[in-house]
């Protein structure tokens, strides 16, 4: 009789045991999520190892001081007469549409204005022009006699990697430029 009743106790705990909370299927999910791991490890280890064996060589560029450096040893590449300068007009003072006001009487006035848009803020005074590709400020200065601005607001600042000559940066000031009373009559 007491082995009977071990008997019977100690098959309910075989049983509860080999079923599980879940069932049959609880081993599988093990295996599914294990094998999940296993692959998302070998991806990982793989990915590390071909990057590492293939790396590809960084260019890496000079500072910029070096680069001015270069600039100013080099001998100045004049604009042909006959080439349009690139100009960019940047809207500093926040007033809609100014730029393109300013666009067309430039264009009118025979430079190949290329862009348009906001400078990084509004509060700009007086109108800027930066001439990107010449120290000497040839460029700038064509484009600062169209728009009437005094030459203390003529700067160089050399920039390779936009393709324009000039930069302008309207200012507060615009009312004042000599192509304010003819922007608009397009």
């Not at 484009?143 to 940066?169: F, R, S, W």
């Not at 507060?172 to 192509?179: E, I, N, R, V």
Request: aromatic share 10%.
């Amino acid at each position: 009789m007491v082995q009977r009743k071990y008997r019977q106790s100690s098959n309910k705990h075989s049983k509860s045991r080999s079923a599980g909370a879940y069932g049959n299927s609880g081993g599988f999910f093990w295996s599914f999520g294990i094998g999940v791991l296993v692959l998302l490890n070998i991806v990982l280890i793989g990915s590390a190892a071909y990057k590492f064996a293939f790396k590809e060589k960084k260019v890496t560029r000079p500072p910029s001081a070096a680069v001015v450096q270069k600039k100013a040893v080099a001998p100045e590449v004049s604009v042909p007469a006959s080439r349009k300068i690139r100009v960019e007009l940047l809207n500093g003072c926040g007033v809609p549409g100014l730029a393109m006001s300013f666009s067309n009487y430039l264009r009118r006035n025979g430079f190949d204005v290329v862009d348009t848009k906001n400078y990084s803020s509004f509060n700009v005074r007086n109108t800027l022009v930066i001439d990107r590709t010449s120290k000497k400020l040839k460029n700038a200065k064509r484009v600062a006699q169209v728009l009437g601005i005094k030459h203390a607001y003529i700067q160089p600042k050399m920039n390779p990697d936009l393709q324009v000559e000039v930069t302008v940066i309207l200012g507060a000031d615009f009312t004042k430029l000599k192509g304010f009373n003819q922007i608009g009559k397009d």
